[in-house]
């Protein structure tokens, strides 16, 4: 058993990650979302939808008709998420430089996701830049993890040191 970390309380206009649900939940964001790979906006929406998990910041995806897909290439890497289903991964490869599975996708996730089906997530720690709404995200902690920290969302955040418990 673990001892429930300390939120941080959040103030006005900004989200707790800990007042979020588990099983997660899965809302339209109508944020203007960026991804930037070498220098190459390789995504650019704001039809994405946002994955909400305790402890855990936003992981945005992208509908692939707002995404340059022909920077992207399916990879063999594969990983399985009991809330979401079987995720595919994609490698990125822009004007010379590639990222191995620097993204990943749902192709049948199960019910409750329907609405991410061939949509994208990226790692913002392996990206030039992500943006929401302008503001330049930060990665969440542990290579692993793949949401996007902004000044509205507050944790702390499982990733940090110390967070292999929660």
Known sequence: MFDRPQPIPPQPGQESVWDYPRPPRLEASPKHIRVIFNDVAIADTRNARRVLETSHPP????????????YLERSRNSSFCEWKGLAGYYSISVN????????????NPTPAFAAIRDCVA?????????YVDGEKVEPQPGGFYGGWITKDIVGPFKGEPGTMGW
């Open 96 to 107: 010379g430089q590639q990222c191995q599975n620097a993204a990943w996708f749902y192709p």
């Open 59 to 70: 992981v945005y995806y992208i509908p692939p008709e707002d995404i340059k897909m022909e």
């Open 122 to 130: 990226f790692y913002p720690h392996l990206m030039d830049a992500c």
